[in-house]
């Protein structure tokens, strides 16, 4: 109820800087004894008939928070207070980085969307690995890794290697992202060779520690490149696919900003993310599970992935709209909505409308 007064204000700010103020709001007030428990009373969101299970781990609904709002780790417990069923930190990169030149994010207010282009700003993986040390229990927590800028394309597999080593014994499960339109040429990741030589050094890394690993894919691959994105997933033996990243492609916007250069996230990446989500799910053919992000905003949103066959979904931008009631408002209207179609748990939901 409070949110839109909270949201004009922050709204006058710069989106970084909006951003960096929840970040360091929300860490200050869960610094208060007793204030996590509140918080999580207020946020609570509904879990009954609504648990759902990925590579083996359990989530206790389908609403996660997605790669890019807590890319240090530094607000991962103030995130499972607002009631997220699994968070993804980062993206991490082995070294820290200063990321792209400021201002590097743009809200599309208009449009209900958000361009950025941080560029992989990342406190590296050492601070990273500390805190998620320390991370909350009784929630998964995935951790989303990728390059540094200054290492070439060739030795891109060493990067992902070295932060996959320091990193993934503190998470649940690893996302290797190939598909950030920020970082040049990353997204060249997606040809077979190099997704080949990649996942098959992740897969010997993998080996003792056995966490699940999920590729986060681009929304702007043509069909045949999901195609060989997808096989090679699976034939390296990949625990899932989150669809998608950010979209460079501009559909439907009015507003201002929309020159900027960066990925498209929010509304106008609605229809591009679910369109990758059908592709993705004829693909994959049950095989792997599918967590799908980008452009859900309300209940129906998440309802119609998870007919259309996602596991999972996860959040950014909407949050940034709707606020910090997001998780609760979903998962309440979702329970409505399966109310009154007369279903009683998430497994009758999922797949239903492929
Ligand atoms: C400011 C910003 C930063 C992001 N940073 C990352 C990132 O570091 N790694 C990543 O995999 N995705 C990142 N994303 C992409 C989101 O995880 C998500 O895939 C995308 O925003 C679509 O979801 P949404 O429409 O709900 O925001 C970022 C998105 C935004 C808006």
Same mark, same amino acid.
């Given at each position: 109820m409070f949110y839109p007064i909270l949201r004009s204000a922050l709204f006058q700010l710069d989106p970084e800087e909006a951003h960096e103020h929840t970040v360091r709001a929300l860490n200050t007030a869960?610094?208060?004894?007793?204030?996590?428990s509140v918080m999580r009373s207020?946020?609570?969101?509904?879990? #009954?008939? /609504?648990?759902?299970t990925i590579a083996g781990m359990s989530f206790a609904h389908p609403v996660g928070l997605a790669a890019?709002?807590?890319?240090?780790?530094?607000?991962?417990h103030g995130m499972a207070c607002l009631g997220f069923s699994h968070i993804e930190v980062g993206t991490v990169t082995p070294k820290p980085q200063e990321g792209n030149p400021k201002p590097r994010m743009f809200r599309l207010s208009t449009d209900r969307g958000l361009i950025n282009r941080m560029g992989f700003n990342s406190a590296g993986m050492e601070v990273v690995a500390a805190r998620l040390a320390k991370r909350p229990r009784g929630l998964p927590i995935g951790?989303?890794?990728?390059?540094?800028?200054?290492?070439?394309?060739?030795?891109?597999?060493?990067?992902? @290697? $070295?932060?996959?080593?320091?990193?993934?014994?503190?998470?649940?499960? %690893?996302?290797l992202?190939?598909?950030?339109?920020?970082?040049?040429? +990353?997204?060249?990741?997606?040809?077979? $060779?190099? &997704?080949?030589?990649?996942?098959?050094?992740?897969?010997?890394?993998?080996?003792?520690?056995?966490?699940?690993?999920?590729?986060?894919?681009?929304?702007?691959?043509?069909?045949?490149? +999901?195609e060989q994105v997808i096989s090679t997933a699976i034939a390296y033996g990949i625990n899932g696919i989150i669809a998608t990243n950010t979209t460079v492609t501009r559909p439907n916007l009015s507003g201002? #900003?929309?020159?900027?250069?960066?990925?498209?996230?929010?509304?106008?990446?609605? /229809? &591009?993310?679910?369109? $990758? &989500?059908?592709?993705? @799910?004829?693909?994959?053919?049950?095989? %792997?599970p599918t967590i799908s992000v980008g452009g859900i905003s309300t209940a129906?949103?998440?309802?119609?992935?998870?007919?259309?066959?996602?596991?999972? %979904?996860?959040?950014? $931008?909407a949050m940034v709209y709707t606020g910090p009631a997001i998780v609760a408002q979903l998962t309440w209207g979702l329970a409505a909505l399966m109310r009154r179609d007369g279903v009683t748990t998430i497994a009758e939901v999922i797949g239903t409308d492929r």
């Open positions: 869960l610094s208060v004894p007793g204030a996590a207020i946020y609570r969101p509904a879990t #009954h008939g /609504m648990q759902t890019g709002f807590d890319k240090h780790a530094d607000i991962t951790v989303n890794i990728g390059k540094n800028r200054d290492t070439s394309l060739e030795h891109a597999t060493a990067d992902y @290697v $070295t932060a996959f080593s320091r990193l993934a014994p503190h998470a649940d499960y %690893v996302a992202n190939i598909s950030s339109p920020n970082t040049p040429g +990353l997204r060249q990741l997606h040809e077979t $060779t190099a &997704l080949q030589e990649l996942l098959g050094a992740i897969r010997s890394a993998n080996q003792l520690l056995n966490k699940p690993i999920f590729l986060k894919i681009s929304p702007d691959e043509t069909p045949q490149q +999901l201002p #900003h929309t020159n900027e250069a960066g990925g498209l996230s929010g509304m106008p990446l609605r /229809m &591009l993310s679910m369109a $990758t &989500l059908r592709t993705v @799910v004829a693909l994959t053919a049950g095989r %792997v129906a949103d998440v309802y119609a992935r998870l007919k259309a066959g996602a596991s999972a %979904v996860q959040v950014y $931008t």
